[in-house]
């Protein structure tokens, strides 16, 4: 049996991103022995795809974090052939192969059903970002969000994490400010249930103030940098900023003021290494409470193998909007 996948190779003298056709002695070891129907695009795969993105632990690598599919074989007895499966995150497309293919073969303690109210087109439609997404909603009220505390602010707001939380957040009853820097993409996160939009430049403004007047009860943030630092400074007393990214930066500049004299909670959000009791639970409020409304109908797009190399390029200029699927099978 051969299959189709999409290699990252690395040596000394080459860096090459191509579909190879491989076989099924290419798999690696492994317990659960997947038909993978959907894979998506996030911006980790984008890194991935770059020679000096310092993803991919060991080449030649299959990239794609994420997958969803059909059990083919299974040797562990939590799955069966048959079952319909996905994989968000742990070393899946960085030290293990990933997603881009027809074919995966993964470690069974990775693996998850999908959940009830989901399909494997639209669990990869969330995918990683959704996860990202859900877990910083569900952080931020645990430390004490509630709708009549004020706004929340979502930055990188048309991008994967951000365009899913936006309509999370607006769906729970919650007041919605987006930052974007796409000044054509006021409407799409409008029809996501955004009230206010404000441009990246208002969001990552330096400032000497160690604070400014309060202004977000809470806010999603997978921007990072200058932003996050700014959330910092406009935070309302008792808000929390729940931190997952880093597409403005991975350094910021703050003082202590606001944490001891605002009581300002940092909340910080991996979805990788997840453990699996959490990670069930967050996909079955995903496809529970947490689904987004309008999911494949306007958040997410279609590609193929052949596709994904351009949107990836895409997804690290900031280009992209909403989530990409890649379609396997
Ligand atoms: N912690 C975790 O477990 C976890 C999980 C998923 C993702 N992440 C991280 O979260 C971030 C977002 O991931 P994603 O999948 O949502 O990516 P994405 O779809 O590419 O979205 C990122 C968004 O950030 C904004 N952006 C891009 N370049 C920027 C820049 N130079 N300065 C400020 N904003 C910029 C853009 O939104 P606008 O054009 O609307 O401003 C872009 O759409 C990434 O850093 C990713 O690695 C972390």
């Not at 998506?40 to 994420?66: E, Q």
């Not at 930055?155 to 994490?161: D, H, I, L």
């Not at 987004?292 to 990836?312: M, N, W, Y």
Request: charged share 20%; with cysteine.
């Amino acid at each position: 049996m051969t299959y189709r996948a999409l290699v990252v190779e690395k040596s000394d003298e080459q860096f090459a991103v191509r579909v190879k056709d491989l076989a099924e002695a290419d798999l690696p070891a492994g317990d659960v022995t997947i038909r993978v129907e959907w894979s998506s695009i996030n911006y980790k795969d984008g890194l991935a795809l770059t020679p000096n993105g310092r993803v991919i632990r060991s080449y030649p690598m299959v990239p794609g974090v994420d997958l969803a599919g059909t059990v083919l074989e299974s040797s562990d007895s939590r799955f069966a052939k048959g079952d319909a499966v996905m994989v968000t995150g742990y070393d899946a497309g960085v030290a293990h192969p990933g997603g881009f293919a027809e074919l995966a073969r993964i470690p069974a303690d990775w693996v998850m059903k999908v959940p009830a109210g989901l399909t494997t087109k639209e669990a990869m439609a969330l995918g990683t970002a959704g996860m990202t997404a859900a877990m910083s909603v569900e952080a931020l009220e645990h430390n004490g969000l509630v709708p009549a505390n004020g706004s929340v602010i979502v930055t990188g707001s048309t991008g994967g994490v951000g365009s899913t939380a936006v309509n999370m957040l607006a769906q729970r009853g919650y007041t919605v400010a987006a930052s974007t820097g796409k000044e054509s993409e006021h409407a799409f996160l409008k029809e996501l249930g955004a009230t206010e939009i404000l441009t990246r430049e208002d969001v990552s403004a330096e400032s000497n103030r160690p604070m400014e007047g309060e202004r977000w009860a809470g806010a999603v943030d997978p921007v990072g940098g200058a932003t996050t630092a700014y959330l910092v400074r406009t935070m309302k007393y008792g808000g929390s900023i729940a931190l997952s990214g880093l597409t403005g930066g991975n350094a910021f500049s703050t003082t202590v003021f606001p944490f001891i004299l605002r009581g300002v909670n940092l909340l910080g959000i991996d979805s990788v290494m997840c453990p699996m009791a959490k990670r069930e639970h967050i996909w079955g409020r995903l496809g529970a409470d947490l689904k987004p409304r309008g999911l494949l109908d306007s958040i997410a797009v279609e590609t193929d193998l052949d596709g994904v190399q351009k949107v990836c390029a895409e997804i690290l200029s900031g280009k992209v909007r909403g989530r990409t699927l890649v379609r396997l099978s």
